[in-house]
Nanobody, 128 residues
């Protein structure tokens, strides 16, 4: 059974930084991609950043590009989301997702419905 364990989020002031981690374990034959999504109250879950496992292709939402960095520790099946210059609009529950299987085309990596495994979610709150 695949499990995704996320680190705790937290409360941070605007302009501050926070780092999230997500470790995958269990019966994973192959990882196509791992990614972070977020969901604010009343809004749909949206992509934040992700990485395709085979070639380290990294992708970001335009709203976080330049502020957030996704890192990977391959041996531990772990990804990290380094969040800098945080803004109040970054406040949301952050979810780690894993897409298993063969390498897919880029457009699929952005599709929340293509991820079959999810972490429990962690709250990130940015105060103004």
């Amino acid at each position: 059974q695949v499990q995704l364990v996320e680190s705790e989020g937290g409360l941070v002031q605007a302009g501050g930084s926070l780092r999230l981690s997500c470790a995958a374990s269990g019966g994973i034959d192959s990882i196509d991609a791992m990614a972070w999504f977020r969901q604010a109250p009343g809004k749909e879950r949206e992509l934040v950043a992700g990485i395709r496992w085979s070639d380290r292709y990294t992708f970001y939402s335009p709203s976080v590009k330049g502020r957030f960095t996704l890192l990977r520790e391959t041996a531990k099946n772990t990804i990290y989301l380094q969040m800098n210059s945080l803004k109040p609009e970054d406040t949301a529950v952050y979810y780690c997702g894993l897409r298993a299987g063969r390498r897919s085309i880029v457009s699929v990596l952005y599709d929340v419905d293509s991820y079959g495994y999810w972490g429990q979610g962690t709250q990130v709150t940015v105060s103004s």
